[in-house]
């Protein structure tokens, strides 16, 4: 079992940034896939981005250009860099994981809040 701790989130105003951060433990397989999701109230959750263990990046159309997300694969960590966040932008944000053999795990979520 995977366990995953985010941290980062906070209140910013328009035009501002945050980076989250995520740590991975627990049995984790050298491939594996790590990612944000967020859920604003009302809607659905949706991928923000991803990124595999070895691979380019993925990223939702929304925050191409804005958000850069990475890995510390030594370490088990993935970042979200937050540029240019919008009120749009406000949500819970999930840290998830996908293993090389289809288990997956998620975190508590962590509030970002974008506003004057």
């Known amino acids: 079992q995977v366990q995953l701790v985010e941290s980062g989130g906070g209140l910013v105003q328009p035009g501002g940034s945050l980076r989250l951060s995520c740590a991975a433990s627990?049995?984790?397989?050298?491939?594996?896939?790590m990612g944000w999701y967020r859920q604003a109230p009302g809607k659905e959750r949706e991928l923000v981005a991803s990124i595999a263990s070895v691979g380019s990046a993925n990223y939702v159309d929304s925050v191409k250009g804005r958000f850069t997300i990475s890995r510390d694969n030594a370490k088990n960590l993935v970042f979200l860099q937050m540029n240019s966040l919008k009120p749009e932008d406000t949500a819970v944000y999930y840290c998830h994981i996908r293993l090389f053999w289809g288990a997956t795990s998620w975190g508590q979520g962590t509030q970002v809040t974008v506003s004057s």
């Open positions: 627990g049995s984790i397989s050298s491939s594996n896939v």
